[in-house]
């Protein structure tokens, strides 16, 4: 199962949006709306931020939301503030039922 | 509070064995399905070992298949990783995940993670 494809950095200024990208297959991405975001500080351990595509778990700032179309999906952070700079992973239900993540991008805020 | 606290993690020479523990607590134990995650140095998170929340259902990732074995002590609330024939490229920070109740493939919880270094 190979990796689920993501641009390796974004950066955008504080207030502004940015979006990453999460590109799989039909056996994963394009399959399943079980598609979830993760962030990740240095040194801790990932948090969860997404699920199911769009839904977002208590306590997540509603600047944070989900798609998908076809087999990528996306993550959108409005709003943009220094504390959300760090490293963001998607990961998909596969057809193996297993879990697939990304390779990961390192978001920065100017 | 849910808490996942890995342990075992330490420095073993390639072709060695070790086992990792991951104690829960603030749920109940068996009625949540678990995983195990692993991030190399520098590297992303990659998913190695699922383990239903009746236990009957167990999955590996091809990377893993064959030399690490997933299993719990519901009576501990322990979950374990038995890990044996190492490789150097199994060098990593190793999570234990808590899956989401109703959601296939989300974690909603994880630990703070145990570094399982290989080398001679």
């Known amino acids: 199962q190979s990796a689920l494809t993501q641009p390796a950095s974004v950066s955008g200024s504080p207030g502004q949006s940015i979006t990453i990208s999460c590109t799989g297959t039909n056996s994963d991405v394009g399959g399943y709306n079980y598609v979830s975001w993760y962030q990740q500080h240095p040194g801790k351990a990932p948090k969860l931020m997404i699920y199911e595509v769009s839904h977002r778990p208590s306590g997540v700032s509603d600047r944070f939301s989900g798609s998908k179309s076809g087999n990528t999906a996306s993550l959108t952070i409005s709003g943009l503030q220094a504390e959300d700079e760090a490293y963001y992973y998607c990961s998909s239900y596969t057809s193996s039922s297993t879990v697939v993540f990304g390779g990961g991008t390192k978001l920065t805020a100017l | 509070e849910v808490q996942l606290l890995e342990s075992g993690g330490g420095l073993v020479q390639p072709g060695g064995s070790l086992r990792l523990s991951c104690a829960a607590s603030g749920f109940t134990f068996s009625s949540y399905a678990l995983s195990w995650v692993r991030q190399a140095p520098g590297k992303g998170l990659e998913w190695i070992s699922g383990m239903s929340s009746s236990g009957i259902y167990i999955y590996y990732a091809d990377s893993v298949e064959g030399r690490f074995t997933i299993s719990r002590d519901i009576s501990k609330n322990t979950l374990y990783l038995q890990m044996n024939s190492l490789r150097v490229e199994d060098t990593a920070v190793y999570y234990c995940?808590?899956?989401?109740?109703?959601?296939?493939?989300?974690?909603?919880?994880w630990g703070q993670g145990t570094l399982v270094t290989v080398s001679s």
């Open positions: 995940a808590k899956r989401h109740v109703s959601v296939v493939a989300t974690f909603d919880d």
